[in-house]
């Protein structure tokens, strides 16, 4: 029974019937290009990593944005009790939740085509010189499964809550610590022996190899794991319900 | 068709269900009743499967709430307090979400909303988003998204609650209705809704069952089961030991209630029996005056107060 798919169509729908969605997607990509586009004609180098380099921080913003009111509306109006007693397994809820966000996010990344777009169109006219696709599409991939991580870390911070500032400052709060665990800023801090285990589960560490467009397979399991984590810690706050 | 055993619910210190047992056949309306707080939602919910209890069975229509859940929750249309929908949808659109969350085969999802919609007469505001709908419809729409799978059993829990008058009528009546063939708990704490609605009713008063019957039974069950009030003119003390002698008076107070010996008697009586007869020829045998004669039969009211406190507490106030 696929109601994974109902509760997907369900929540896209409520997203962009309001203006909300549509205000977070226009902050995001004005300020994500605004600030790429101010140190690209800086720098003069036909490169997106400035863009894909700093994604992590501007997703910390529009992910939590968008994931907060997932759980804790149902909670606050009282619509859990309702799709709860319905006759479906709570992880398909949990999983149609997780894929709406998904496919607002990639709408998120598609519309900031415009940037490589842009850049490529620069670069011809230049002397024959040519954009390489491959760390292009990679940098997007990964940033398509970063995002896959925030969401599931951020709607397991608003199972949490029927708050929504809440779930917003959770998750964000929760992403930032994840995010700065393998980053040189506290590695420098931590003693030796620490290093290489919190790079290993640090977000920003295994982001590293994909914003200079390199799809590394340990950073791939990594994002796919720490996302399958947070699903299941998700399902089971829901199923937490049921125990006794 | 719901069998409920020995049922607990805590909540932290609180014990919201404390061993309750009840069972409802099917085809029954039966009412749920009890002051706010008693622990009837929170059954409701044990039932439903959105809680899980810390002791006891429950099986519904054979299928038992904790390891057959989803047949379970298949089995009941549920409206929750205070109808919670999602503001943001269209009626049509809710009702579709429901219908297929509830597995309703595709080409059937229109011809059940279709239904749905003309039982709880929906089609005048059809067009409009869930939000922007006055509450009686509002409550509307949830009775209608409980009708959408066609389920044996019905679970309301305050279906009338914030409603006015008329609309309260309205509900009540498609309740009936709908109710005709399924079997249906309604939890409320507005008595005349049993008495008109229901086949039988539970009173659940801090966790605990205090009377289970149809609404005549339990009237006449309770201790306080009827009142005669009576206006004698006559030596007090006399009249007062006479009256008491009668088989079945629980106890006699007096108050004076004029001038030349008038006081007003009232008798608690065990069972609603007629002593109307017996009284007048007291009376008339003792060359007394009757001035009046009144029989007062116990409501439901009278019943659920004095089986929840409420009278106690009453009588405790005026000191």
Known sequence: MRHTWTVLGRELRSYFSTPIAYIFLVIYLVATQGFFFYLFFRVGEADLRLFFFWQPLFMLFLIPAITMRSWAEEKKVGTMEMLMTLPVPDLQVVLGKFFACLIFWTIALVLTVTMPWTVYRLVDVSQGATVDPGPIIGGYVGLFLLGGVYIAICLFASSLTENQIVAFIIGLASCTVLLLIGSTLVLYTVPESLVKPLQFIGLWANFENISRGVIDSRNVIYYLSVTALFLYLNASMIESRKWK | MIEVQNLTKRFGSTVAVNDISFSVRKGEILGFLGPNGAGKTTTMRILTCYIAPDRGRVTIDGHDIESESLAVRSRIGYLPENTPLYADMGIIEYLKFIARMRGIPSDRVNGAIKRAIELTSLQAEITKNIGQLSRGYRQR??????????????????????????????????IKQIGREKTVILCTHILPEATSTCDRAIIINEGRIVADGTPDELVRKARRGATVVARIRGPESTVREKLGAFSHVRSVTSSPAGPNDLFRYDLSIEEDIDLGEDLFHLVVAHGWTLTELRHETASLEQVFAQLTGAEERKLEARG
């Open chain 2, 141 to 174: 729409v949830g009775l209608a998204q409980t009708l959408l799978h066609e389920p044996d059993i019905m679970i309301l829990d305050e279906p009338t609650s914030g409603l006015d008058p008329n609309q309260i009528i309205e509900i009540r009546e498609l």
